[in-house]
């Protein structure tokens, strides 16, 4: 069965630093984009990084210099570091494959169920 599934969310407080983790099963993550996308309540869902089969990065903006995304293929898994968390980085963080290989915002194949983040006092 394909599936991604995300973790390490959790409760951090501002200036706080997570993990993400998406493992990958079912398929090898090596020859996919994989992007990292959030969605708090009430808002769309958003795009947060990215990285391309051949290891190119891309971020959004607000998360410039505070996120990293990276893979490790011997695990086919994907990690979203995030550092100085802020209250407005609080969302559901989803993981999702790209086998063109190229970030671009649409489409994605596979998507995880999703990871909570809260940053908060």
């Known amino acids: 069965q394909v599936q991604l599934v995300e973790s390490g969310g959790g409760l951090v407080q501002p200036g706080g630093s997570l993990r993400l983790s998406c493992a990958a099963s079912?398929?090898?993550?090596?020859?996919?984009?994989i992007g990292w996308f959030r969605q708090a309540p009430g808002k769309e869902r958003e795009g947060v990084a990215c990285?391309?089969?051949?290891?190119?990065?891309s971020y959004k903006d607000s998360v410039k210099g505070r996120f990293t995304i990276h893979r490790d293929n011997a695990k086919n898994t994907v990690y979203l570091q995030m550092d100085s968390l802020k209250p407005e980085d609080t969302a559901v963080y989803y993981c999702?494959?790209?086998?063109?290989?190229?970030?671009?915002?649409?489409?994605?194949?596979?998507w995880g169920q999703g990871t909570q983040v809260t940053v908060s006092s």
């Open positions: 079912g398929f090898t993550l090596d020859y996919y984009a």
């Open positions: 999702a494959a790209l086998q063109d290989g190229v970030c671009a915002p649409e489409p994605y194949e596979y």
């Open positions: 990285i391309s089969s051949s290891d190119r990065t």
